[in-house]
């Protein structure tokens, strides 16, 4: 079935096909729609689910981890100060082990009182030990709603979904919305290998000494490892299903590319837009679209950038005194390959200031022509 929604309405109809069992909830613009959905779902009786309306953010993932202690699938959506309002139980999430599942709408974070979209909030975040996809369109959201899910229980780490506010979470595009059967098929019931039960008592996130707290984190950053090949997995086999393939990387005209523009979001579309433009002077320049930000691809990045003179990396963050978060991402990544590319870092669209593919390929024009200029361009910023 076919149905013309916005992406907020992708991920409710999403977590009804996922049979999801607790919900807990506190609205936040721009994810209320979110919410309000599965609130009205479950009252009419489309999903037997145990609605909770938490008094704040850090109460909602607080539920939605008890829940998931018990052995129930759960989730929960937030947007920008929610998120970092939550921060303290991310960790709890993480280190639990515990394959909650959350949608968080970009926004982002004041001061000064914005509720427009970049990527600041979620990025916050990188280091709590989830895993984070980026979605570029809302059947995307769909699919990768379902997939967090299936890959977050099969690897025991929570997963956040991440899509733009405003430009994915209002706006309507035709979602084609798959049978309950055959999302049964393949996302079963949640079977947890360790659960709270009052049969059979056991107990969580107790103090833990020198000799064992380390042993801990390997294992939870073995998981993450581990996720990278699950993933790609079962995003092959969502494919099988649909006929729709997700990848931790999303190429776009790289084939005989000497420059690649490298972003996430919804300015991954925008940067094919911008390709084609950069394509039609002469320029070969092709695209990265990053899906899988955590765990992040390595080994798929340095093959897709290997040959490459120029990687133009756009962020819609900053971390402030360096630079743009992907783009010392990118870095990081290449820092010991012999024919790495020359990395420049671009920050636009902060705040919700649009990025054109107009507007993208001119700055990647010039930086081509011109040459990069230091850690960090800003595009677009009005100053005198």
Request: charge should be negative; hydrophobic fraction near 45%.
């Amino acid at each position: 079935m076919k149905k013309v929604i916005t992406a907020n309405h992708a991920v409710s109809h999403a977590v009804r096909l996922a049979r999801v069992e607790v919900i807990a909830a506190y609205p936040i613009t721009p994810q209320t729609s979110v919410v309000e959905e599965l609130s009205e779902m479950c009252g009419r009786g489309d999903l037997d689910a145990t609605f909770i309306h938490s008094e704040a953010e850090h109460s909602a993932m607080s539920a939605a981890i008890g829940a998931s202690m018990t052995g129930v699938r759960a989730f929960t959506a937030t947007s920008s100060q929610g998120l970092a309002h939550m921060c303290e139980m991310l960790h709890w999430a993480a280190g639990s082990r515990l394959p909650v599942v959350m949608a968080e709408v970009n926004r982002s974070l004041a001061p000064p009182w914005t509720i427009y979209t970049d990527q600041q909030d979620s990025l916050s975040q990188r280091d709590t030990g989830w895993m984070q996809f980026y979605c570029r369109d809302n059947q995307e959201v769909l699919d990768t709603t379902i997939l967090c899910f299936k890959i977050a229980e099969r690897v025991g780490l929570p997963a956040m979904l991440v899509l733009d506010a405003f430009v994915l979470s209002h706006t309507s595009e035709a979602v084609e919305i798959p049978d309950q059967g055959l999302v049964d098929g393949f996302l079963p019931g949640r079977k947890a290998e360790f659960k709270l039960d009052p049969h059979e008592p056991h107990a969580y996130g107790g103090m833990m000494n020198v000799d064992c707290w380390m042993e801990s984190r390997w294992h939870l950053q073995n998981a993450m490892e581990a996720a990278v090949g699950i993933v790609e997995e079962e995003a092959a086999a969502w494919e099988k299903l649909v006929g729709r393939r997700l990848r931790p990387l999303l190429p776009y005209r790289m084939e005989d590319a000497e420059a690649a523009i490298v972003c996430a979001g919804t300015a991954a579309w925008t940067a094919t837009l911008a390709v084609d433009i950069l394509r039609e002077k002469g320029l070969k320049v092709g695209s990265i679209g990053i899906w899988m930000f955590r765990p992040f691809p390595v080994d798929q990045f340095r093959r897709m950038t290997g040959g490459l003179e120029k990687l133009i990396v756009v962020d819609r963050s900053c971390s402030y005194g360096h630079g743009g978060i992907f783009a010392q991402e990118a870095r990081s990544v290449l820092y010991d390959v012999d024919d790495k590319p020359e990395i420049i870092g671009v920050i636009a669209g902060l705040g919700g200031r649009e990025i054109t593919a107009e507007g993208l390929a001119n700055e990647v024009e010039n930086i081509i022509r011109e040459g990069g200029d230091g850690l960090i361009r800003w595009m677009d910023v009005k100053v005198k």
